[in-house]
């Protein structure tokens, strides 16, 4: 599991530092130009230098340590690295330039990008080490756990809790060891029966369940797995192999520790990760193209009815995580104490509420409604990391309270503004059930394809005027 993350991590740090080595390199040039006064003159070998630093830092990085962040490290530590990964590969692109006879590339400007690539990358590496170390101190970024330990687990458990650079919490132990309860007691509760674990993964927000005892009792594994499976909670394993129908099963570490991993949700993280940064990216260009017309509705709400503009409410998000979602305010001040008048009209079955015509709403309200434009800023959510720009729609916490053990499962993935029911042309007259179905449908097959295509479809149906 550590070992998925830092890869991903590599992966997406070595882009990010490649493209800004090729700037330095251009940065270099102009500098070494304007410094030195020399008649520099741009030519195709500097061009074949540039092109040789892509492949070279990008495959160079993940040689080196510096982009695992799920590792301590003194800032010290990063810049011998930082020094050694850029002296190795300058001396790389002097013997390239030797071999090629590339003798119109200035000496002075393969230092001076030397010098600047060192200064900027450890802005960046030192930077985003404090950045990872910061979220975790506030308790973001992180995941949490429940261990189902015996005392040969000890050592691993005392790694988890010194290692907090891992972004693990753990919010329990289940293990009947006294030992285990001596050690760990006075700082997790200890709790002897694994026949807890369903309640403990419904009522608390667990992310992932490691198995880590040496004995294996098959039954209580697989009753284990069906519960972490109904509501979308990860479930590893430590220990010898064994066949065992899952949705998905794949083999995980932490640290050199091995996991057998059930999981009933997608397990591709590095996509997860790349989902993620993509709706960042489309989140703050969306926001400020429509920055006009967002000043327009935030005008026309003010001018038209009394209270803020921003209406905030608790949602649930990923596996019960509650947070503040954003929507331009459709409703009259004060809406919410008028629910329970409207009880009896409620169109929908289950423990959502909805009402075709609802009294609540104002007239530019019903506009912003019509066209989904109520929702713009809840890409403030999608930045802040509580959303995703595709997935089930989040929920009250008041309905997650009436949710059946099956529809937790809607949880385990981040929600998002739009998903399939907010596109099925006959969605108000679909069932509770059925849209909760619909939900898992996307959870099960989920793919970056099938979320274009539902971003797709949402615009058609915002230009049509069909939303809600």
């Not at 937790?408 to 509770?432: D, E, H, K, V, Y």
């Amino acid at each position: 599991m550590i070992r998925e993350r830092e890869d991903l991590g590599s992966r997406i740090f070595g882009i990010i530092i490649t493209i800004i080595s090729v700037f330095a390199f251009i940065g270099a040039f102009h500098t070494v130009r304007w410094y030195s006064q020399a008649n520099l003159v741009y030519n195709s070998q500097y061009l074949t230098v540039g092109m040789l630093i892509i492949p070279l830092w990008f495959f160079g990085v993940h040689k080196t340590n510096l982009t695992k962040f799920y590792r301590a490290k003194d800032t010290i530590i990063i810049l011998i690295e930082s020094l050694l990964f850029i002296v190795t590969g300058t001396g790389i692109l002097m013997l390239f330039m030797i071999l090629f006879n590339l003798d119109l590339v200035n000496n002075y400007v393969l230092l001076a990008f030397a010098v600047i690539d060192f200064i900027i990358l450890n802005i960046i590496i030192i930077s985003s080490y404090k950045y990872h170390k910061n979220l975790l101190d506030k308790g973001m970024n992180t995941r949490n756990i429940i261990l189902i330990a015996d005392q040969n687990c000890i050592d691993f458990i005392e790694r988890l809790y010194l290692h907090k650079e891992w972004g693990f919490r753990i919010m329990a132990i289940i293990s009947d060891s006294e030992l285990i309860n001596e050690v760990f007691g006075s700082r997790v509760k200890v709790i002897q029966q694994t026949k807890s674990l369903p309640c403990l993964i419904k009522f608390h927000v667990v992310d992932e369940v490691l198995y880590c005892r040496n004995d294996i009792n098959q039954e209580e594994i697989k009753k284990m797995v069906y519960a972490c499976e109904e509501i979308g909670v990860i479930f590893r394993m430590q220990s010898s192999f064994f066949h065992m129908s899952a949705t998905k099963t794949f083999l995980s570490y932490f640290d050199d520790v091995p996991f057998l991993s059930f999981m009933n949700t997608p397990a591709n993280r590095v996509a997860h990760q790349w989902k993620y940064v993509v709706d960042i990216f489309a989140s703050f260009f969306i926001l400020l193209v429509w920055s006009p017309i967002l000043i327009l509705i935030i005008l026309g709400i003010k001018i038209t009815s009394k209270g803020p503009v921003i209406f905030k409410q608790k949602r649930v998000g990923l596996r019960g995580r509650e947070f503040n979602i954003y929507k331009f305010r459709t409703m009259i001040q004060d809406a919410e104490k008028l629910r329970a008048l409207l009880e009896t009209q409620n169109e929908m079955d289950g423990p959502v509420f909805k009402i075709k015509n609802d009294p609540r709403v104002t007239a530019i309200g019903r506009i912003l409604r019509k066209t989904g434009l109520d929702e713009i800023p809840q890409f403030i959510n999608v930045m802040k990391g509580d959303m995703s720009l595709v997935g089930p729609r989040p929920p009250l916490p008041s309905e997650v309270k009436q949710y059946e053990r099956w529809q937790l499962r809607r949880l385990s993935m981040r929600p998002g503004i739009t998903c399939i029911w907010q596109i099925a042309p006959n969605r108000n007259n679909i069932s509770f059930e059925e849209w909760m179905k619909l939900d898992l449908q996307y959870i099960d097959s989920w793919s970056f394809k099938m979320d274009l295509i539902l971003i797709l479809k949402t615009v058609q149906t915002v230009v049509k005027g069909s939303g809600q």
